[in-house]
């Protein structure tokens, strides 16, 4: 069964300091790897996502994620932290595409900001 | 393109009543996802659907928790006799057929509902 572990609950960065989100998956194949945001009483919102290829990618808002096979990780990371970025980050693990897909969540690592 | 449509947003409820929550996936979606979030914690699956068939219902309640998606028609996920630990952030994705898919789901914006 895959699963995801997110070990930061909580963390605090200053307005334009550098952040790195932890999530470290179990899963047997090949894994889509997810990075979703949700602000206070909303949904949530795709950051960016790993399938194959370039383990470093790209995504919205000025984030990045690395895929790592050996660590079983995939952190997510931004150079500089905007006070908008507070909120909850949730990495999420599923089966892939081609057929319809049931994600596992971490539990989350809620982000504050320091003005 | 509208998203994925949830209703209502809010839902109080007394412990014994039924609550109803309803999604509507995206246009083109053909597979619809239930999750739960209680407070202060991540999303859990309940069910997954697709147009008149549960494809896999093992996150859901053995009892008074039911998924529906039929013809035609929202997404229906029904809570008979709530209780106060039926309180929580009920959430509908969805995603487009097999062979479309890319992995992500897409998803509302939540229905939370309050039991007294």
């Known amino acids: 069964a895959q699963s995801v572990t997110q070990p930061d609950i909580h963390i605090t960065v200053s307005e334009g300091a550098s952040l790195e989100l932890r999530c470290n998956y179990s899963?047997?194949?090949?894994?889509?790897l997810f990075w979703y945001v949700q602000s206070p009483g909303q949904g949530l919102q795709l950051l960016l996502k790993?399938?194959?290829?370039?383990?470093l990618v790209q995504g919205i808002k000025g984030f990045e994620a690395e895929f790592k096979r050996s660590q079983s990780s995939f952190n997510l990371r931004k150079p500089s932290v905007h006070w908008s970025d507070a909120a909850e980050y949730f990495c999420?693990?599923?089966?892939?595409?081609?057929?319809?897909?049931?994600?596992?969540f971490g539990t989350g690592t809620r982000l504050q900001v320091t003005l | 393109n509208a998203g994925v449509m949830q209703n209502p947003r809010h839902l109080v409820r007394r412990r014994g009543q039924e609550a109803r929550l309803r999604c509507s996936p995206m246009?083109?979606?053909?597979?619809v996802y239930w999750y739960r979030q209680l407070p202060e914690e991540g999303l859990k699956f309940m069910v997954y659907?697709?147009?008149?068939?549960?494809?896999?219902e093992s996150g859901m309640p053995k009892e008074r928790f039911s998924a529906e998606f039929p013809k035609e028609g929202p997404s229906i996920l029904r809570i008979q006799q709530v209780v106060r630990g039926d309180s929580a952030a009920y959430f509908c994705?969805?995603?487009?057929?097999?062979?479309?898919?890319?992995?992500?789901?897409?998803f509302g914006e939540g229905s939370r509902l309050t039991v007294l």
């Open positions: 790993y399938f194959s290829g370039d383990t």
């Open positions: 999420a693990v599923g089966a892939g595409g081609g057929t319809a897909s049931k994600l596992t």
């Open positions: 659907l697709q147009k008149e068939n549960i494809i896999d």
């Open positions: 994705a969805s995603s487009p057929p097999a062979g479309f898919n890319t992995g992500e789901l897409f």
């Open positions: 899963y047997g194949a090949t894994p889509y």
């Open positions: 246009k083109g979606h053909s597979h």
